[in-house]
């Protein structure tokens, strides 16, 4: 499939655009309530199991191009940042976007973290701030960004997400980050409220079922 530029369909209604942040606001103060007991325990266990800080501050870019900082549960060793450029050899993906299978820099708690998509709760805060909802293409890095084609960046035409079709649909399986844009854009086209609500539904049983890593 050739790469083409989006053409995008007309905007969603101004209430419905309402509702999804409506969603968005009310979904992520109540799991940040209900999930508050997970949060700290999870804080507990990255803080004694290695050195570092608990939080990883996740410096991406969100919807047309504007950078903003968020945070993670901190899944890597203290220099992992550093130790990237000589693992960059390694790439599975075919793009500007990094991914490794049984990446060395990872903590014994981070692996489990990340198989469950634990790590990636502190975001819920920067969908409560409104950098970020809940459904929606993901934010890449700030470096990864830069090196994005046109056909790429189509994918923050919208507000980035914690979810979206790329990780109900195979992500440990797509190398291309081409086709990983593609389902992005299928997003986009396709957006409705429905859309979102299935896409949540079918993410829950993803994170019990463990794919991430």
């Avoid at 990237?84 to 490794?100: A, S």
């Avoid at 993901?138 to 790429?152: D, G, H, K, V």
């Amino acid at each position: 499939m050739q790469n083409q530029v989006l053409v995008l369909k007309q905007p969603p209604p101004s209430w419905q655009r309402f509702v999804k942040r409506l969603m968005d606001a009310l979904g992520a103060g109540a799991l940040l309530i209900f999930l508050a007991p997970v949060l700290v325990l999870i804080a507990l266990a990255v803080k004694f199991s290695s050195r570092g800080p608990v939080l990883y501050r996740w410096h991406v870019v969100g919807k047309g191009g504007r950078p903003f900082t968020g945070y993670k549960f901190r899944t890597m060793i203290e220099n992992a940042d550093e130790l990237k450029q000589q693992l960059l050899e390694q790439n599975e993906m075919q793009g500007p976007v990094f991914k490794i299978k049984n990446d060395p820099r990872i903590t014994t708690v981070g692996r489990v973290l990340r198989k469950f998509s634990l790590d990636e709760l502190p975001q819920l805060w920067s969908v409560l701030k409104g950098d970020m909802s809940l459904v929606g293409p993901r934010p890449p890095l700030q470096n990864e960004y830069a090196s994005f084609t046109e056909f790429q960046k189509q994918k923050l035409s919208v507000k980035p997400g914690i979810t979206c079709l790329w990780q109900i649909a195979g992500r440990n399986e797509i190398r291309d980050f081409d086709e990983w844009v593609r389902l992005d854009l299928a997003y986009i086209q396709n957006w409705s409220l429905w859309l979102d609500v299935k896409i949540l539904w079918r993410t829950f049983f993803a994170v019990l079922r463990g794919t991430g890593r």
